[in-house]
């Protein structure tokens, strides 16, 4: 429909049905006015301080004759195209589909739009005459606009003016710029209505803990796209920065279908609110659903699912989102940092919930060395905080495009700050590390090196525990390390003096948190010094003292990780406690010919004979002597074996000498 046939219509329109001394009258008696040389060029009109002049007189009575004079043959007013395409897209018909084209028209061309602005001045109903001129009854018009899909999907927007009490209809910036651009492309007008397209930087090998996982979700999201399936959700959590979005992005990269991110930005670029990204989301579902081959991408969805309380108001309805969990026809991944608020009703609609932990060493590896190789920056200064930072695939983009900018230096500096950051400006904590380990060097009943293999063999269960007794400087924090490094997972020390609580309940609630935070996070758990917590509750004097071994004791029956504990005082703990453990190694002082072999591999020289006559040795002192050594390079064989001695004396309980 042309500028000027609409002008003509809705003339005709407001002579019929407003009365000569309102202010809708004067409003477009004021606009025809000022737009008589665009309505009727080369007119002449009746100059009315003259009786007897010639021409038309320009009055309310005359408006009819006179938008019948108007010229509209072969017209175009350029959004046909536009409007057409998107009709079809949305799938319009009949009124819906007339009432986008006149609201286009009084929002995008230029004369109609003054029109428009002063009719709402006036106080007049945009909603009602658009009705009219869709094609709708005079009656109930207003309130059938308001109720179209084009309200309910964002596309159009309704407002009120506060001071004239006039409402106004107009168009969403997106379906604005689509008409203004003269867009007809179907990809193109999806992106711009449904949402950017998403594409995967990464592949399944990047999220290799989570094979199993993602393997059963491509084959889901295919079948519900194959199927047509309603009410397909995957919820994906975890802490920020593990790699929620990419995971998403890989997901519907395997699948085959295409993910389009939805509510992202306001039309000012701004942080949308909830209103705004219920209608993207809708408006996409309808979009994708005709289209077919599609996924929907719903970041941070606490904007939608929150169940908190603004301005005394209740954020959102309840039956609303769950019927949107029923009802959607499209399949729904939604992210989230935390879904502790999240009510149960709508985590019981969910499809699958997919946890996701700091990805592990050798998978942050992976993604550090992509990044790195994007940057074009040598990420070796990373190793260290790769190996023992979970955090460090977050940062690490940030990091290494930070380095970049700084001239290709700088990378550790760069990603230490922002992990301080992330503690809040605590220093980062020391890590245990067990990659130089040597199982060789252990002495125990039981092979270590076969254990090890078995427990950190890939078909392997998870829920396995380890109980480590022995001497100190046996190795039993190191196995730990060495053992968490094999599985890639981080490994979380807990001692004593962490759990301990003088608060009644105290230590309970520091245990359950310790086994609840490492299977949140996926570390392997290494409770040190156990015997502070599991003494035999035979010689309990404090009712304290059986509650934190009963606590500990449930948490060990129900932890689905591996849970590690070592003690220098085997004798101490609780019989219950002993009999809970999977595997028991109790860990032993070298032997002569492991004394010899260490003496080797720590100072690269020939064991000296008065090595065999020193007993008790530990992997713990050959490490110490190693370390002294910094200070003493030109120590021979003879002077080690001196300090290796002087280790073993210095123990509170000297072993009995080993003869032959």
């Excluded at 689905?560 to 009999?579: E, G, K, S, V, Y």
């Amino acid at each position: 429909m042309g500028e000027k046939l609409l002008a003509q219509r809705i003339l005709c329109l407001l002579r019929a049905t407003k009365s000569r001394g309102g202010k809708a009258a004067s409003a477009t008696l004021d606009w025809a006015d000022d737009q008589r040389d665009w309505l009727w060029p080369g007119h002449v009109w009746r100059d009315p301080g003259k009786k007897k002049a010639r021409g038309d007189r320009f009055d309310w009575d005359s408006l009819s004759r006179l938008a019948g004079e108007i010229v509209v043959d072969g017209e175009d007013n350029g959004l046909s195209a536009g409007i057409a395409a998107i009709a079809d897209l949305l799938d319009l018909h009949g009124f819906d589909r007339d009432v986008l084209s006149v609201t286009a028209a009084l929002d995008r061309l230029p004369h109609l739009a003054v029109l428009r602005d002063r009719l709402v001045s006036a106080g007049e109903d945009i909603p009602a005459l658009i009705a009219m001129l869709a094609g709708g009854e005079p009656s109930g018009g207003a309130l059938r606009v308001r109720r179209s899909p084009l309200i309910k999907l964002g596309l159009i927007e309704a407002s009120a003016d506060s001071y004239s009490g006039g409402v106004d209809l107009t168009l969403d910036w997106r379906l604005a710029d689509i008409l203004d651009g003269g867009f007809t492309d179907e990809d193109r007008l999806v992106t711009v209505l449904a949402g950017a397209r998403q594409p995967a930087a990464l592949s399944p090998d990047d999220f290799a803990e989570h094979a199993k996982d993602l393997e059963f979700l491509v084959r889901l999201v295919r079948g519900a796209v194959t199927r047509g399936a309603s009410g397909v959700n995957v919820l994906i959590h975890g802490p920020p920065g593990t790699g929620k979005t990419e995971l998403a992005r890989t997901l519907a990269a395997e699948a085959g279908h295409a993910l389009h991110a939805v509510g992202e930005s306001d039309p000012d670029g701004d942080e949308p609110n909830r209103r705004y990204r219920v209608h993207a989301l809708t408006r996409a579902q309808r979009l994708l659903a005709r289209r077919g081959g599609s996924l929907i991408l719903f970041d941070e969805m606490e904007d939608l699912f929150a169940d908190g309380i603004a301005s005394g108001q209740k954020l959102g309805s309840k039956i609303f989102v769950n019927r949107l969990l029923e009802s959607n026809p499209v399949p729904i991944l939604w992210t989230s940092n935390a879904i502790g608020d999240v009510d149960p009703a709508h985590l019981r609609r969910m499809s699958y919930v997919l946890r996701m932990d700091y990805p592990g060493p050798r998978a942050r590896a992976r993604i550090v060395t992509r990044i790195a190789r994007a940057e074009g920056v040598d990420a070796g200064s990373l190793d260290t905080l790769v190996a023992r930072e979970p955090e460090t695939a977050a940062i690490a983009r940030v990091a290494l495009r930070s380095a970049a900018l700084a001239g290709g230096t700088g990378v550790a500096a760069a990603a230490g700050s922002l992990l301080l950051g992330l503690r809040g400006g605590r220093c980062l904590p020391p890590q245990l590390s067990g990659s130089a380990l040597d199982l060789d060097l252990y002495e125990a009943d039981e092979g270590i090196r076969a254990l090890v293999a078995r427990l950190s063999a890939a078909d392997a269960p998870f829920d396995f525990s380890l109980l480590l007794t022995g001497p100190p400087g046996t190795g039993k924090t190191a196995l730990a390390a060495h053992l968490a490094e094999r599985l890639d997972r981080p490994l979380a020390v807990k001692r004593g003096s962490d759990l301990l609580s003088k608060w009644v309940g105290g230590t309970e609630a520091n245990i359950a948190e310790a086994f609840a935070t490492a299977r949140d996070e996926g570390s392997v758990l290494l409770f040190d010094e156990v015997d502070s917590l599991l003494r035999d509750r035979q010689d309990a004097r404090q009712s304290w003292e059986v509650t934190q071994v009963n606590e500990l004791l449930t948490w060990m029956d129900s932890h689905p990780l591996p849970f590690i504990a070592a003690t220098n005082f085997a004798q101490r703990l609780d019989p219950a406690a002993l009999r809970r453990f999977v595997f028991k190694i109790d860990l032993k002082v070298m032997s002569h010919e492991t004394a010899e072999k260490a003496f080797y591999r720590f100072f690269g020289l020939s064991p000296p004979h008065a090595l065999r006559d020193i007993s008790g040795l530990t992997p713990g002192d050959f490490a110490v002597v190693k370390r002294q050594l910094r200070y003493r390079p030109e120590a021979s064989a003879a002077d080690i074996a001196a300090l290796l001695r002087a280790e073993v004396q210095a123990k509170p309980e000297r072993p009995v000498r080993l003869g032959f």
